[in-house]
């Protein structure tokens, strides 16, 4: 199964570091997106910064929202990534806007009647250099969840460093071994209940 390239992810980095600024968020994207494409998922990295996203909680905002062509791109896709800073031990803002902007997929319907986000599978990916990584991720999950994106077991890869330092992610030379590790069986998860979803999707409401 997992050899069928049949499925697509998107990767919204939540950096607030605009293209084409090193960031730690999109090195971690990047590594989750590669980890998926051993497993037959093609994607594409986007930072959420670069487009002119506004904040509000409908599917479109007007005057220029950038949203609506990244949520295309998203209702497109079998896999959603988030990948985020910790800022004082929380999702950054630019993720939280984008969890504010998903809230409007409560009211939105499939072909089928079904809540616009079934049958995708939601990943988060988590970098910072102080404590929080557990409570990020469990913050975006259960957004994400709320709004009809199914989770894996093991859905959140993180790496933080030590409190206050001066060492990101992206100074490493190579990925540490036991987030390179957790990254893989996350994507791995990820890709199987994506790939079970392709197949037989959840039912329309009766």
Request: net charge negative; charged share 20%; aromatic share 4%.
């Amino acid at each position: 199964m997992d050899s069928i390239p049949d499925l697509r992810a998107l990767a919204l980095v939540c950096t607030l570091k605009p293209s084409p600024a090193d960031s730690s968020s999109a090195l971690m994207a990047t590594h989750l997106l590669d980890a998926l494409a051993a497993h037959g998922v093609s994607g594409d990295e986007v930072r959420v910064v670069d487009h002119a996203v506004r904040f509000g909680v409908t599917t479109d905002e007007g005057d220029g929202d950038g949203w609506p062509a990244l949520r295309d791109r998203l209702l497109e896709a079998d896999i959603l990534v988030i990948s985020t800073p910790i800022w004082l031990g929380q999702p950054s803002s630019v993720c939280k806007m984008v969890l504010e902007r998903l809230d409007a997929e409560i009211a939105e319907t499939d072909d089928r009647g079904r809540m616009s986000m079934s049958d995708k599978v939601a990943v988060v990916g988590v970098v910072g250099n102080e404590d929080g990584a557990h409570h990020t991720i469990a913050e975006c999950l259960q957004g994400l969840n709320d709004v009809g994106f199914s989770v894996a077991a093991n859905a959140g890869a993180y790496w933080v460093g030590e409190a206050m330092g001066s060492v990101d992610y992206i100074d490493h030379d190579e990925t540490p071994e036991f987030v390179a590790s957790t990254i893989a069986t996350t994507a791995s998860n990820a890709a199987h209940l994506a790939r079970l979803l392709r197949a037989d999707g959840y039912p329309a409401p009766e």
